[in-house]
């Protein structure tokens, strides 16, 4: 069946640093692709998404890019802030009728002043 | 940010036990969802809704049951909770024509 794959936390990074989370995923067909973000003690946020290959969804700084050839959608963004810290998911859509959504583990990302 | 409560928020409950999560929307979407968040696995979907008493079995549905009666209700009963039940629980919803799901915040449910 479908699945997603991402790097193990914790990332542990200083303000300012460049960010990369890998994402690679396991699905027939073309799924939609996303990232989730989930800050302390809240639900899930979407933060970018993507719905077809080469398409790259970006918000706050973060861009990833759909890569059908590589299966992977790794998230980045170039300059980290402390508020960046929370847990990052990179899930996908399956592509039947009802958008259920299977996700990686999440990875958790701490920003160090 | 999509009009999604969950209830109760916390719950600490005896094995044995039944409980009942209630997830209730005024989005009008048509699509509800029952997912599970445990460390290691990431979110895990337990039962899922396409209509109106419309409903499905996800990848960890044993042990759990649901119930939509009208659009904006859905809800998520363990019929006799065990400790393996512990876990934190979101309801999403989302509509046919946007792949994008919405969360509540949560219901952290312990089982003692």
Redesign the interface.
Known sequence: GDSVTQMEGPVTLSEEAFLTINCTYTATGYPSLFWYVQYPGEGLQLLLKATKADDKGSNKGFEATYRKETTSFHLEKGSVQVSDSAVYFCALSDQGATNKLIFGTGTLLAVQP | DAGITQSPRHKVTETGTPVTLRCHQTENHR?M?W?RQDP??????IH?S?GVKDT?K?EVSDGYSVSRSKTEDFLLTLESATSSQTSVY?C?I?D?ED????????TRLTVV
């Open positions: 699509y969802y997912y290691g696995h990431g979110l895990r979907l899922y396409y499905d996800g979101f999403a989302s046919p792949r994008e799901a919405f969360f509540g915040q949560g």
